[in-house]
């Protein structure tokens, strides 16, 4: 397994619209979800998509588990989502804390839908659909922005929503 060199805002890559992955029990690509797993683990991360790590592909890990930058965060076991789509949303949307490992420093209040239904393609290359709520749905819709090119700065309602890491500590 290799850590990857995450990529920050400002870096092309994380602008750009990934490809779908046709085979996905392809040596590279089992190499990157192992890379990706390793990454967002030592980062501290609750996911990772794989344009964050310059491989733009419709691929991303959840890995929600408590850590230090998300002491609430429930335990899930790293899952691969491979061409992952949204099928329905529910609508009522709310607003919480995020921070991505592209975007060291920073917190945002966004909004997201609560409960989203979706599909994705496991590593076994089984096609699968599921209904999310809550932290791991928000995780969910953060990484699948990354893959259409957007960051969660782009989904703030107002920039002051937007705090530094140092002030969300004290103050959240
Ligand atoms: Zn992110």
Same mark, same amino acid.
């Not at 046709?22 to 029990?25: A, D, L, S, T």
């Not at 329905?88 to 609508?91: P, V």
């Not at 703030?156 to 929503?161: R, T, Y």
């Given at each position: 397994m290799t850590i990857l060199d995450i990529a920050e805002l400002g870096n092309p890559i994380l602008r750009c619209q990934a490809q779908s992955i +046709?085979?996905?029990?392809e040596p590279k690509i089992l190499q990157l979800i192992d890379d990706l797993i390793a990454t967002v683990e030592l980062n501290n991360g609750v996911g990772i998509a794989a344009p964050q790590v $310059?491989? $733009? #592909?419709r691929l991303f890990i959840v890995a929600s588990r408590p850590s230090i930058? #998300?002491? =609430?965060a429930p335990k899930m076991n790293p899952t691969a989502m491979i061409n992952p789509t949204i099928i !329905?949303? !529910? /609508?009522e949307i709310v607003k919480d804390w995020e921070g991505c490992l592209s975007i060291p420093g920073l917190r945002g209040l966004v909004p997201r839908d609560r409960a989203i239904e979706v599909e994705y393609t496991t590593i076994t290359g089984d096609r699968v659909r599921k209904i999310f709520t809550d932290f791991i749905a928000r995780i969910f819709q953060h990484e699948l922005d990354h893959l259409d090119g957007i960051v969660f700065l782009d989904r703030? +309602? $107002? /920039? =002051?929503?937007l705090f530094t890491e140092a002030e969300y500590q004290k103050r959240i």
């Open positions: +046709e085979k996905v029990r $310059s491989a $733009s #592909y930058r #998300y002491p =609430q !329905s949303r !529910s /609508n703030l +309602e $107002s /920039n =002051q929503d």
